[in-house]
């Protein structure tokens, strides 16, 4: 009687487990889009236009997720988050996936229950500041002012490494990053830290951004990447292997312009991937051309950095250690089999 008990109340668990892991994408499903969290306007990254139409690298993210699903990429609402709502949002349900400059840290995945499904930019802390201060190392920098946002992993950051050598500083605390660049262009602080990535899409966006400098020291890892609630593992699979998709597709030659063509190639990975060969989208639980749909609607890693956030954009970043891992970089996708 207790075995029968045992393996009623195990079936039972197992089919509230599999309702469970279904729950977002049945929502999402029913109501017909994707609500992504971002920041509140970062240029490059994700940012608005006059129209309210939203923009860059992040925003790419979530429309290649909306063309997976959906098969169109504009099924997304874009929900502003701060440093400090953007996990409440997520852990609330009022945003399904979180697509903005968020580190991936053992206390977030774990102890706040999300997942991180991915790394779509490895970055690193940095400081800048004009350039008429005279300052050329982050260790001149004691005693100064500096803007940092509340509830990041940045302004941890920021007093280990004051303490560490054994310097002072006055922070000026603020909410968003519009806020941050607009207290330190006005003069309200000396310094102005954040990731590298961030401080280049706000000094591109300053009154005069050639009278400001990035500082050489990078004083933290910060693995960027979007992240979803705990236990829902079939959205994670779908935000996590859409993102792989996009970065295999750059390694395999695969573009926005070409990637209908290319379900025919000779490469089985080619058309696993495109879905022209076996069922890789079945096991996600979305159509076989799940990714030709994303890769069609954004193009490839590659592609998104390029247009967004690349040497040939304002916000000017080298793709460093976002580069491939068989070009010098580190950024790599688990095979699609």
């Known amino acids: 009687m207790k075995l029968k008990t045992l393996m009623a109340a195990g079936a039972a668990l197992a089919f509230g487990a599999s309702v469970a892991n279904a729950a977002t994408l049945d929502d999402v499903k029913a109501k017909g889009y994707i609500d992504c969290g971002v920041t509140t306007g ?75 499904v991915g790394v779509n930019y490895y970055d690193g802390q940095g400081f800048m500041i004009r350039k008429d201060l005279g300052v050329t190392s982050a260790k001149q920098l004691d005693g100064a002012s500096v803007c940092i946002q509340t509830g990041t992993t940045t302004e941890l950051n920021l007093a280990d490494f004051f303490r560490a050598n054994d310097m002072s500083f006055t922070p000026v605390v603020v909410e968003d990053s519009a806020e941050a660049r607009q207290n330190y262009d006005q003069g309200a602080c000396d310094v102005y830290t954040t990731d590298r990535s961030g401080l280049a899409a706000q000094r591109a966006v300053l009154q005069d951004p050639d009278a400001h400098m990035v500082l050489p020291e990078i004083i933290s890892k910060e693995p960027l990447g979007p992240l979803v609630r705990h236990g829902d593992n079939q959205w994670g699979d779908i935000a996590r292997w859409t993102l792989n998709a996009l970065i295999t597709a750059e390694e395999l030659g695969i573009t926005a312009d070409n990637a209908a063509s290319m379900t025919e190639s000779n490469n089985p990975e080619i058309r696993r991937i495109l879905g022209s060969e076996g069922d890789l989208g079945g096991m996600l639980g979305l159509e076989a051309d799940w990714a030709l749909n994303a890769l069609t609607a954004v193009g490839n890693y590659g592609e998104i950095f390029d247009r967004h956030i690349g040497p040939n954009t304002p916000i000017g970043l080298d793709r460093g250690l976002n580069a491939l891992y068989n070009e010098g970089g580190i950024l790599y996708s688990p095979p699609f089999r």
Not at 67 to 73: E, I, K, Q, S, W
Not at 79 to 89: E, L, N, V
Request: proline share 4%.
């Open 42 to 116: 970062l240029a490059g990254f994700a940012a608005p236009d006059d129209q309210g139409n939203w923009t860059g690298f992040d925003v790419d993210f979530c429309r290649a997720m909306s063309a997976a699903v959906f098969g169109d990429p504009d099924k997304v609402k874009y929900t502003p988050t701060t440093g400090k709502t953007r996990f409440t949002a997520l852990q609330s349900g009022e945003v399904d996936v979180l697509a903005r400059n968020t580190t991936w840290t053992l206390s977030r995945d774990v102890d706040l229950g999300f997942e991180f």
